[in-house]
Nanobody, 123 residues
Framework: QLQLVESGGGLVQPGGSLRLSCAAS????????IGWFRQAPGKEREGVSC????????NYADSVKGRFTISRDNAKNTVYLQMNSLKPEDTAVYYC????????????????WGQGTQVTVSS
């Protein structure tokens, strides 16, 4: 079972930055595309970004393009989401999950959802 643990969330003012981390427990992430998804209160979960297993392909939701950057360090078995210029509408619980990505888009792959990490953007 692919188990991922998210961390790095918190409370930040509008315009601020956070870096989320996604770590694997008991297996290597190197063979999997990994993405970030988020769910705001009262809304459906939506895709934020996804990165291919070797990092060669990335894709972003239009709402975060130019502000968020996904990356991975396979040596550390970790995927990151650098979030800059945060807006109140970015407030959500952020989850990482296996994903399949092409230059045209991405979707979730197999696996279960973890606990997520709360990101709150507020003054």
């Amino acid at each position: 079972q692919l188990q991922l643990v998210e961390s790095g969330g918190g409370l930040v003012q509008p315009g601020g930055s956070l870096r989320l981390s996604c770590a694997a427990s008991g297996f290597t992430l190197n063979y999997y595309g990994i993405g970030w998804f988020r769910q705001a209160p009262g809304k459906e979960r939506e895709g934020v970004s996804c990165i291919s297993s070797n990092g060669g392909i990335t894709n972003y939701a239009d709402s975060v393009k130019g502000r968020f950057t996904i990356s991975r360090d396979n040596a550390k078995n970790t995927v990151y989401l650098q979030m800059n210029s945060l807006k109140p509408e970015d407030t959500a619980v952020y989850y990482c999950h296996a994903c399949i990505v092409t230059i045209k888009g991405f979707r979730t792959d197999f696996g279960s959802w973890g606990q997520g990490t709360q990101v709150t953007v507020s003054s």
